[in-house]
């Protein structure tokens, strides 16, 4: 594994939205969920596509606060422009669980 310098990793700009909008992305190659996420007034409002119905729904994700990485440069996915990376792990089969703080904090929060 490359070790990297604590000023690459405050490079990297990872913060907390919720999520105000999902919808269903059948055009996507693999199934799909676009996602719209409020950063906070600092931020706004960025849109991305996730690979995670396996155990989300639209409906599931709408109001839910999830961590992203914000400053990477958008990139087109399908039809689809993606803005932000929502961060997961993957579980025992390889589906991806989203990561979210456990408690509820403010949006637009970076980590630290």
Known sequence: MAEITF???????????????AEPYPEARKPAIKLWIDFGPEIGEKKTSAQITAHYTPESLTGRQVIAVVNFPPRQIGRFMSEVLVLGLSDGQGDIVLLSPDQDVPVGERMH
Do not use: N, S, T
Request: charged share 45%.
């Open 7 to 21: 000023d690459d990793f405050l490079k990297v700009d990872i913060r907390v939205g919720r999520v105000v909008r």
